[in-house]
């Protein structure tokens, strides 16, 4: 039994490449944090979708509060050890009936981490039911190691660079990874895995919250921001973020905008040395 997880969660992440779902946060707090985030999106007359969902926890003091979650940390520490970064966070959402989705990918294709040992807590701020588009994945394909991807311009594809996958993995025994508002589930930067479009009638969204070991590196010659969220830090392997205190204030998106452009510049120095692009 771990802090969080159970042995057989823990035996099945290292089996399977995920765990789903853990159970998070309250209805009623998961609805706030929603409310907020899309009372922030009216404010600004933007959504926070492809281009402006990289790092949210640098803007508001709620985010910074789920990412600090024991809830969360115990069961991340339950499979990568108790000094951890947060390395990156997507807001993933999918309005209902758009086409937007998310290509067959490995998150660790433009992170450059090493060692390969980073984990991503997707927290459910909607329900996401298999109609709503939920994650689906290759269970164990997180021991093929990184697998080639191409760059697609398609712009319903939510990844950033439109990374795909282009070789050929057995997708004939896929799983879905469907969550409850304030679940989570817990995935491995090697799994392959992706989502279809939002056929419901909610919007659904999720924070994709990827946190390493201290002990991990990022490789590029570009040096980029990670929040220590728990432990110590004996490596000084990445540059401290500023926690927000005010919601989207002026030195809070100071801070926001300074990381997002260094950890973009980053992937697209891997972008460089790992893929060639196709047009869609
Ligand atoms: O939210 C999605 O549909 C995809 C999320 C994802 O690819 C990830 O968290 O790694």
Redesign the pocket.
């Known amino acids: 039994m771990g802090k969080k997880l159970t042995t057989e969660q823990i035996a099945g992440y290292e089996r399977d490449g995920f765990v789903c779902p853990v159970e998070g946060f309250s209805t009623e707090q998961t609805r706030g944090w929603r409310e907020r985030l899309e009372a922030f999106e009216r404010a600004e007359g933007r959504k926070m979708t492809r281009g402006h969902n990289f790092k949210p926890h640098l803007l508001f003091p709620w985010v910074d509060e789920i990412v600090h979650s024991p809830i969360v940390l115990d069961a991340v520490e339950d499979l990568i050890g108790p000094d951890l970064r947060l390395f990156h966070l ?1 807001v ?1 959402p ?1 309005d209902a009936g758009s086409g937007a ?2 290509s067959w ?1 490995q ?1 660790a294709t433009y992170f450059a981490l090493d060692p390969i040992c980073h984990v ?1 807590a ?1 927290v459910a701020l909607s329900d996401a039911p298999v109609e709503a ?3 689906e994945v290759v269970p164990g394909s997180h021991k093929l190691g990184q697998l080639h991807h191409a760059e697609m311009q398609d712009p319903h594809n ?2 950033s660079r439109g990374q795909a996958l282009a070789v050929d993995v057995d997708r004939t025994k896929t799983a879905f990874m469907p969550v409850k508002a304030g679940q989570f589930s817990l ?1 491995h930067t090697h799994l392959v ?3 279809r479009p939002n056929r419901s009638n909610d919007r ?1 969204i ?1 924070l ?1 919250i ?1 946190y390493v070991p201290t002990h991990a590196r990022c490789t590029s010659s570009t040096r980029v921001t990670a929040m220590l969220v728990r432990g110590e830090d004996k490596y000084g392997n990445f540059d401290d973020e500023r926690r927000p205190t005010a919601e989207a204030g002026p030195e809070e998106r100071a801070f926001h905008e300074k990381a997002v452009a260094t950890f973009r510049q980053m992937n697209v120095e891997q972008t460089d040395n790992r893929t060639a692009v196709v047009k869609r």
């Open positions: 997507t993933w999918k989705y998310v990918h998150d991503t997707w588009g939920c994650m939510l990844l995935h895995h992706n989502s659904r999720g994709g990827s």
